[in-house]
């Protein structure tokens, strides 16, 4: 199994500003990658993070936007830039513990606001 | 990606038996059918998942049909506590990304 701790838990931001999220899994994981919800809406896959690689974007997000970090095994970084209203929503990480594990862990999300 | 539809809310009684349907036609040889759930304010729970086989575990069980366009995620004694959002997702075993559908809204009442 794999805990992850997502920080911050909420925040709220000015438009125009950027904010780093920081996701942290108490054990190596293969794979994590980045969500975001808008409240009321289903989860929309923002990216893969890639150890030690740059990230692979899903359609319609793209890195200038939305950088992500995975320096190791256990700890990736999103960082929503020139944030306008439209991007506040709920951000979760996201971890597999391998290939053959079924199960992909959530962490509780960071709540955005942007006013 | 292959997509899932699923209904958008279902009801229960507690301590009844509840059968969530998901239609997955598109569905490729090597896509894992998975279930998720997510309660008020948490995030995504794993519930089950199968590629070919029934399957049972402690939350719930997990019924394919044998052309595997179709799965049926089943509860076998609804409480309070299984009321949440139900994903069913197509796993690309490529990939590994799950692609989240729109879920079904699961009501218990006691």
């Known amino acids: 199994s794999a805990v992850i701790s997502q920080k911050p838990s909420r925040d709220i931001c000015q438009r125009g500003t950027s904010l780093t999220i920081q996701c942290q899994v108490d054990?190596?994981?293969?794979?994590m990658f980045w969500y975001r919800q808008q409240p009321g809406q289903s989860l929309t896959l923002i990216a893969t993070?890639?150890?030690?690689?740059?990230?692979?974007?899903e359609s319609g997000f793209v890195i200038d936007k939305f950088p992500i970090s995975r320096p190791n095994l256990t700890f990736s970084t999103l960082t929503v830039s020139n944030m306008s209203p439209e991007d506040s929503s709920i951000y979760l990480c996201?971890?597999?513990?391998?290939?053959?594990?079924?199960?992909?862990?959530f962490g509780e999300g960071s709540r955005l606001t942007v006013l | 990606d292959a997509k899932t539809t699923q209904p958008n809310s279902m009801e229960s009684n507690e301590e009844e038996p509840v059968h969530l349907p998901c239609n997955h036609s598109?569905?490729?040889?090597?896509?894992?059918i998975h279930w998720y759930r997510q309660l008020p304010s948490q995030g995504p729970e794993y519930v089950i998942h199968?590629?070919?086989s029934n399957v049972n575990n402690r939350m719930a069980s997990l019924a394919i049909a044998e052309d595997r366009k179709s799965s049926t995620l089943i509860l076998h004694r609804a409480t309070l506590r299984d009321a949440a959002v139900y994903y069913c997702?197509?796993?690309?075993?490529?990939?590994?990304?799950?692609?989240f559908g729109t879920g079904t809204r699961l009501q218990v009442f006691p």
């Open positions: 996201s971890a597999l513990t391998g290939r053959t594990a079924g199960e992909l862990f």
């Open positions: 054990s190596q994981v293969t794979m």
């Open positions: 993070a890639n150890q030690g690689s740059e990230a692979t974007y």
């Open positions: 598109t569905i490729s040889g090597t896509d894992y």
């Open positions: 199968g590629l070919t």
């Open positions: 997702i197509l796993r690309d075993f490529n990939t590994d990304k799950l692609i």
